[in-house]
């Protein structure tokens, strides 16, 4: 099973992040039907079992399973380039808002209000493949018009290109990890100011 960091603070960026070090030499995560599977149970807009299902479903037909794929990858590319517009103050591409709102608008036809002790809700139901889809194309339509969209920021390491939610208190996060890239380049300032 693939391993995905889940860093974005949304499903929708962490959609987006399935390619590594794309401002350097970018790096593809969703090599296969199979990833894409495996991404989405890790972020949970699949359960284990919708999962599964989807898993047996794309080993029976390989020809759906790869059109899935391409869906998939031209969702997020939409997705990356439409938060990235706006991380970079501009206006999204009119292509790319319209590739999401296709997707949104197949989501629509399976949402369902759901109730619980808090209250209600609105969730996808219907196949794995498009509960997959519609969770990302739900999660950034809601980003796009909720009050968290001014915190979108794409990590400030050179080649690394990733966006997240900067949830910090004072709004000035810089990386999408600091484990990861924030470290990297600590050591580089470092480095730096020793070598002079």
Known sequence: MATFKLLGGAACLDFANTVDWRRGEPQE????????IDWAEQAGTLTSLEAQEL????RQNPEKAEA???????????VYRIFKAHADGAAPGEADLE?????????LGHMALT???RGFSLRLRGAPQQKL????????????TGPSLGRVRECADPRCGWLFLD????????????????????ARRHHRRRTG
Not at 55 to 58: F, G, V
Not at 68 to 78: I, K, N, S, Y
């Open 99 to 107: 590739s999401l709102n296709q997707e949104l608008a197949a989501a």
């Open 68 to 78: 899935m794929l391409r869906r998939a990858t031209a969702l997020r590319e939409a």
């Open 133 to 144: 889809l519609g969770a990302v194309a739900q999660s950034a339509s809601q980003l796009l």
């Open 167 to 186: 949830t910090s208190r004072n709004g000035t996060r810089r990386w999408c990890s600091m484990r990861d890239c924030g470290n990297r380049n600590k």
């Open 29 to 36: 995560q969703l090599n296969s039907a199979s990833d894409l």
């Open 115 to 117: 109730q619980d002790g």
């Open 55 to 58: 898993r047996t479903e794309a």
